[in-house]
């Protein structure tokens, strides 16, 4: 588990660190003609001495390139041994003020929340850039909303009836589906148990997530096209109820779309697919699991027809 933890987070923070990707790209680069150059030489019998000579000028010169650039990779790594916690972009630094305060606020839960958003950005050392603060604001204010419409003593009265059970919070609320899953998502678990949230925009770009009960989920684009969250986004007005199995972990999802923006001729509408992640009731309420993965390139299924590039825990290291 630990390997797998170590590639997963490597992995990903490839996907998201320029500096990291441009030195493997450039040690990859250097391997790669050097490979080219011995190929020439052991091969070419017949080669003219001053060809054999530049060949192993080059050589030589690319191994010392070579040398370089492992020794700086090697550095780079040495001073930021946590992936994990390498915050590189405005999202990542949201997902690091939540995750300090545990996804609640309990601040903004009662009357006049709305006036201590700005105290509760001010004082966390999460949010470094100006982009990070405003996409904290945007939540939190939302988060305000929702606590007004759905307040916490009536969920947990709801809870207490009805379990995590959105669409029976929603009937007995009178709140729409999106807002039960973001309260649900945001309370403390003595309340509501582990629960998980994914959201993603139009384009698939995941712009919120909370991972619970072993379920990866990677730090932007790419995940799992399996996932029910793409299909509600072809699919706006259907909500979806599947288990998933990915690995070890077992999870009963979720899908709902809220549209933000309803559909006009001379414009598209503009839809949110959430994803709630709970725990997984077993086969006998929910039908049997569907297997899924986070991404393609760390995905264990063979076969699978929505795959978009190689798993490199198929092929190998």
């Not at 990903?12 to 790669?32: C, G, K, N």
């Not at 994990?84 to 996804?103: M, N, Q, T």
């Not at 991972?211 to 979806?240: N, Q």
């Not at 992640?277 to 929910?286: C, K, N, T, Y």
Request: hydrophobic content about 45%; proline content about 7%; some cysteine.
């Amino acid at each position: 588990m630990r390997l797998e933890d170590t590639i997963k987070a490597l992995t990903d923070r490839v996907s998201h660190d320029p500096h990291l990707a441009a030195s493997l790209h450039e040690v990859i680069s250097t391997v790669t003609a050097i490979r080219s150059t011995a190929s020439i030489l052991a091969e070419t019998r017949a080669l003219e001495p001053e060809w054999q000579n530049r060949f192993h000028r080059n050589l030589d010169e690319d191994s010392l390139r070579l040398a370089t650039g492992a020794e700086a990779l090697v550095r780079y790594l040495e001073a930021a041994p946590d992936a994990r916690a390498d915050i590189k972009s405005p999202h990542d630094e949201l997902h690091a003020f939540l995750e300090e305060h545990g996804f609640h606020f309990p601040a903004l839960e009662s009357t006049g929340g709305a006036a201590r958003i700005e105290a509760l950005i001010s004082r966390t050392g999460r949010l470094e850039t100006d982009a990070a603060r405003s996409l904290a604001r945007d939540l939190l204010t939302r988060y305000v909303r929702d606590a007004a419409r759905l307040p916490l003593s009536v969920i947990s009265g709801a809870i207490a009836v009805h379990g995590t059970a959105p669409g029976a919070i929603a009937d007995v609320t009178g709140t729409d589906m999106a807002t039960v899953f973001r309260r649900l998502a945001m309370l403390p678990e003595a309340v509501a148990g582990p629960v998980g949230l994914v959201v993603c925009d139009g384009s698939g770009t995941l712009t919120l997530r909370k991972p619970v009960l072993g379920f990866d989920i990677p730090r932007s684009a790419g995940a799992c096209a399996l996932w029910p969250l793409y299909e509600v986004l072809a699919r706006p007005g259907t909500p979806l109820r599947l288990r998933l199995r990915q690995g070890d972990a077992r999870v009963l999802a979720l899908a709902v779309s809220d549209t933000l923006v309803p559909a006009r001729f001379d414009r598209p509408g503009v839809a949110h697919p959430y994803m709630l992640l709970l725990p997984d009731p077993g086969r006998e309420v929910a039908g049997p699991a569907r297997e899924v993965g986070m991404t393609c390139q760390l995905c264990p299924l063979s076969d699978c027809e929505a795959r978009r590039e190689p798993s490199i825990l198929e092929s190998g290291f």
